[in-house]
Nanobody, 120 residues
């Protein structure tokens, strides 16, 4: 089994910053792409950013220049630094990882989600 534990969500004013973390643990042989998605009320889950094992990043147009994704491979952890937050960034943010387990299964694992609310 592979577990993802997310942290860092909360309430922030417009223009503020938050940092999300997602730590993977369990029967991990190898982690591949890691990423963040978000789902606003009544909307579909959308990509926010992804990062490969070697550090290549990809961002949605809506967050480019404001959000930064990074990872610590030694800690099996991915981060999302969010700056200049806007009310439209309000959503539940989900961590997603692609992993090979110690018994050689390929899995895509989702975190439980952490709520980010941007409001004055």
């Amino acid at each position: 089994q592979v577990q993802l534990v997310e942290s860092g969500g909360g309430l922030v004013q417009p223009g503020g910053s938050l940092r999300l973390s997602c730590a993977a643990s369990g029967s991990i042989l190898r982690l591949y792409n890691m990423g963040w998605y978000r789902q606003a009320p009544g909307k579909q889950r959308d990509l926010v950013a992804t990062i490969t094992k070697s550090g290549f990043t990809n961002y949605s147009d809506s967050v480019k220049g404001r959000f930064t994704i990074s990872r610590d491979n030694a800690k099996n952890t991915v981060y999302l630094e969010m700056n200049s937050l806007k009310p439209e960034d309000t959503a539940v943010y989900y961590c997603n990882v692609a992993v090979t387990t110690t018994d050689y299964r390929g899995l895509e694992v989702w975190g439980q989600g952490t709520l980010v609310t941007v409001s004055s």
